[in-house]
């Protein structure tokens, strides 16, 4: 069974920084491909960032230059660098790991307010 455990959320300002950890347990995680999602209230949820089992990256164009995704497969953990941060981006963020089957965290709340 895979398991997915985020944290690394809270309260920060706008322009702030935040970094969220991902640690997955079973499966094969370097054949992962690694991904953060969001959801803000009354949307639905979003892509935010992915990276490949090779380290290539993607990114949705509203995090662009502000965040960053990284994954350390001995660790079997992979990070969300957020930098910049504007009221916008408060939401519950989500880990994702997909291998023939997707798995999803729990999920930590991110807050940017003054």
């Known amino acids: 069974q895979v398991q997915l455990v985020e944290s690394g959320g809270g309260l920060v300002q706008p322009g702030g920084s935040l970094r969220l950890s991902c640690v997955v347990s079973g499966g094969i995680f370097r054949l992962n491909v690694m991904g953060w999602h969001r959801q803000a209230p009354g949307k639905e949820r979003e892509l935010v960032a992915t990276?490949?089992?090779?380290?290539?990256?993607n990114y949705a164009d509203s995090v662009k230059g502000r965040f960053t995704i990284t994954r350390d497969n001995v660790q079997k953990t992979v990070y969300l660098e957020m930098s910049s941060l504007k009221p916008e981006d408060t939401a519950v963020y989500y880990c994702?790991?997909?291998?023939?089957?997707?798995?999803w965290g729990q999920g930590t709340q991110v807050t940017v307010s003054s």
């Open positions: 994702r790991a997909s291998y023939l089957t997707t798995y």
């Open positions: 990276i490949s089992p090779g380290g290539s990256t």
